[in-house]
């Protein structure tokens, strides 16, 4: 991570305890936070996801943030997207094709 990056995690596959070196995270003075959306009320989502489809999305279409993509699968090969992810297999979004 850069200097002053901004680490937002939002889920975890293998449970949330973690060890780590302290050290990197203030020399490079890093901010880390968290968040969930399971806690929340179905109308507080609702306006997350509005939000992020006006504000966010148009940015992840131009390229102006890039996702990094791991690999995208057919609808019809479901299942085996996720039994890659259960694998823990990728590194970064996997991608659905419903068309």
Do not use: C
Not at 10 to 16: E, N, T, V
Request: proline share 2%; hydrophobic share 40%; charged share 25%.
């Amino acid at each position: 991570m850069n200097r002053f990056g901004r680490l937002i995690n939002i889920a975890y596959l293998q449970g949330s305890k973690i060890e780590a070196n302290l050290l990197p995270i203030m020399l490079k003075r890093l901010i880390i936070s968290g968040s969930t959306l399971r806690t929340r009320a179905n109308k507080e989502k609702a306006e997350i996801a509005e939000n992020l489809k006006k504000n966010i999305w148009p940015l992840i279409e131009n390229n102006n943030i890039k996702l990094h993509i791991d690999k995208k699968f057919d609808m019809s090969d479901v299942s085996k997207a996720h039994q890659y992810m259960e694998n823990n297999k990728n590194i970064g979004k996997l991608l659905l094709n419903f068309e």
